[in-house]
């Protein structure tokens, strides 16, 4: 480095098992506790240890299964896939980890958006998942999310955000930079036709989605330990040697320091945002 | 008779235009405009030259936001603190006057020498900086006056502090009042545009960049450190995510190049600044007549575009 300068990594697409705090060991067993589940038992009881309370990672199709109303969803801009505009390749070609990811999560991308009813009020709902990529954020899960927020705001209707996202996706390079910016002039343009946004950030949301839209809701929500970073935990202690506190970056340390309005555990998440999509129904 | 450089390039747009690309995306309406910028254009840049923009925008000598402030702006006054906190002077913010125009500046600030570089943070700044610089925007609204940003950072600082303070929030809180300012707004990357630190104080009617300056998700070392699990592969990382300002204006992320004296900006810093007020004032005379709605809209429709996507329908 020329400058003598300290290099900072503030985008952190995460998907190597030491860097995923819950990623130790078979993913059924609690990291908290040490309990092992079935996968039907643990989906039974929403991902969440019934022994410690440790809330385990859900998918984007199973999230909207816990929220919205059986029957009620109706997803929109499934056929939405990344294109590859700097044909990026480093161990292996960006295209081919797209396909990848395809097959593991059956997800077109990070993002599952379309409309549904919750307690029987309907709303928008762009729902992430952090197993594609790292729920990163490129040209796709920015479109979609922007197309959500249209969808909203010609409704006057509320936009339900569920992120989980390491970051902006480096393989779009500046083009994923760009979908901060995008996502935030569709969150304005939402808010001058009075609609509104409520979003709930979920384990982990670091890098450009926190700093982007999952910071912007009319009211922001965590679930219990989510880790809401800029920078994550590695990169700081990296970067600036100093000693991390015990909750560094969770939902527990944000709420203490203003960043959320509430902490609300999955079993009552669906209960929570039924009553604030209530509180902004417009007469 | 078209260079090979511009062969190149325009062989690259048809390659882009080719593509499946739905609503979403920017090419169509943009191949003009690029055209006429393709002399400005160097070469398609090989690896080689892009880790050149790399090191370039990045040399100790490079003249930093303050630099240019001094050369361009006359009467500046510094504006220091973000009423709530703290100052944060990895991040500066002032009034000038331009060409008899009063502007509000608001920029990242690197040191000079090693004090200096730690009182600035190495240009890296914490919520407080980026409060401080949503604070000079409020009063731009207010009083009409323009906005110029200088983009100079290798990213926000990334610390406990931080952290505690708020940095995601306020990095999307200060790019939100961006997208709402109604006066006109010129953002320049002069050095490191470093990921959301960078776009922080950089979503404007236009974004500038020097030729020499970089603009990217991710720093080469991180990109390196994460995808090639080795940080010294940042030749390779720079050469597969292109930050250089070539690629960024093909890509429709910035609207124009600001040209550098030969060798760099540092070589002759009174040349680079003028070149510099020139691409800033030329700007701005684009975007001065709007109507405030009609300009704030523009802006909003030019992010809309960005991004490239294709469809399984």
Redesign the interface.
């Known amino acids: ?14 998907k190597r098992p030491d860097e995923t705090p819950d990623g130790k060991g078979h993913p059924n067993t609690c990291p908290g506790c040490g309990s092992h589940y079935r996968d039907d038992e643990l989906k039974q009881a929403l991902r969440v240890c019934p022994q410690c309370g440790h809330h385990f990672r859900v998918g984007a199709r199973e999230r909207i299964e816990q929220l919205v109303d059986t029957g009620s969803f109706v997803e929109n801009d499934a ?5 590859d ?2 044909q ?4 292996r070609p960006y295209a081919e980890r797209l396909v990848e990811a395809e097959m593991e999560t059956g997800l ?1 991308d990070a993002i599952v958006c379309g409309a549904g009813d919750i307690e029987g009020r309907t709303c928008d709902l762009a729902i992430m998942d952090f197993g594609f990529m790292g729920g990163s954020m ?3 899960v ?2 979609k999310f ?1 197309r959500s927020c249209e969808r909203a705001a010609e409704s006057g209707g509320t936009l339900v955000s569920v992120s989980a996202s390491g970051g ?15 996502t ?6 939402l808010h001058e036709s009075r609609g509104s946004m409520i979003s709930v950030l979920t384990h982990p949301t ?3 989605v ?7 809701g009319d009211v922001v929500l965590a679930e219990p330990g989510a880790l ?4 994550g935990p590695r ?2 202690s990296q ?2 040697r ?1 000693k ?2 015990d909750d ?2 969770r939902a527990e ?2 709420y203490r ?3 959320l309005d509430a902490i609300v555990p999955r079993s009552e998440l669906r209960a929570t945002v039924a009553q604030l999509l209530g509180l902004f129904e417009h007469p | 008779m078209p260079n090979e450089a511009e062969m190149r390039l325009r062989e690259r747009l048809s390659k882009l235009g080719g593509m499946k690309l739905l609503r979403g995306t920017k090419l169509s309406g943009e191949l003009a405009r690029l055209q006429d910028q393709l002399d400005q254009l160097r070469a398609d840049p090989t690896a080689e030259e892009i880790w050149q923009s790399v090191e370039l925008a990045r040399h100790v000598d490079r003249p930093y936001t303050l630099d240019y402030v001094e050369r361009i702006f006359d009467d500046f006054f510094e504006l220091h603190g973000d009423r709530g906190r703290a100052d944060d002077s990895a991040l500066v913010t002032g009034l000038g006057k331009l060409d008899g125009r009063t502007f509000v500046l608001i920029g990242h600030q690197k040191g000079r020498d090693i004090k200096e570089r730690a009182t600035r943070n190495f240009g890296m700044a914490y919520p407080e900086g980026y409060r401080k610089a949503m604070r000079a925007m409020s009063l731009a609204g207010r009083h009409g006056f323009p906005v110029v940003t200088m983009v100079d950072t290798p990213g926000a600082y990334p610390g406990v502090a931080a952290e505690q303070h708020g940095q995601g929030g306020a990095i999307a809180r200060s790019q939100a009042a961006m997208v709402r300012l109604p006066v006109p707004t010129v953002a320049c990357v002069i050095g490191e545009g470093g990921s959301g630190g960078a776009v922080a104080i950089a979503v404007a009617d236009r974004v500038l960049m020097q030729e020499n300056a970089i603009y990217s998700v991710i720093s080469p070392e991180g990109c390196a450190a994460i995808l090639w699990r080795d940080a010294g592969q940042a030749r390779k990382a720079a050469a597969a995510f292109k930050p250089d300002a070539a690629h960024c204006l093909e890509l429709g992320v910035v609207d124009g190049i600001v040209a550098e004296p030969e060798g760099g900006a540092h070589t002759d810093v009174d040349a680079a600044a003028q070149l510099l007020e020139q691409g800033i004032l030329a700007a701005f005379e684009e975007i001065d007549d709007l109507d405030d709605d009609d300009r704030r809209r523009l802006r909003r429709e030019k992010y809309r575009m960005m991004g490239v996507l294709a469809s399984t329908a």
């Not at chain 1, 809401?228 to 920078?231: E, G």
């Open positions: 480095m020329s400058s003598g300068q300290r290099r900072v990594d503030v985008e952190v697409e995460s056929d939405l896939r990344s294109a505009p700097l990026f390749f480093d161990l077109g490129g040209s796709v920015g479109e922007v902006a996706r480096m393989q779009e390079g500046i083009l994923a930079l760009m979908q901060l910016p995008k935030i002039c569709a969150i304005e343009d670091t890098g450009g926190l700093a982007s839209f999952a910071s912007l809401m970073s800029f920078a990169v700081v970067t600036t100093e991390l506190p560094f970056g340390s944000n320091y203003g960043h």
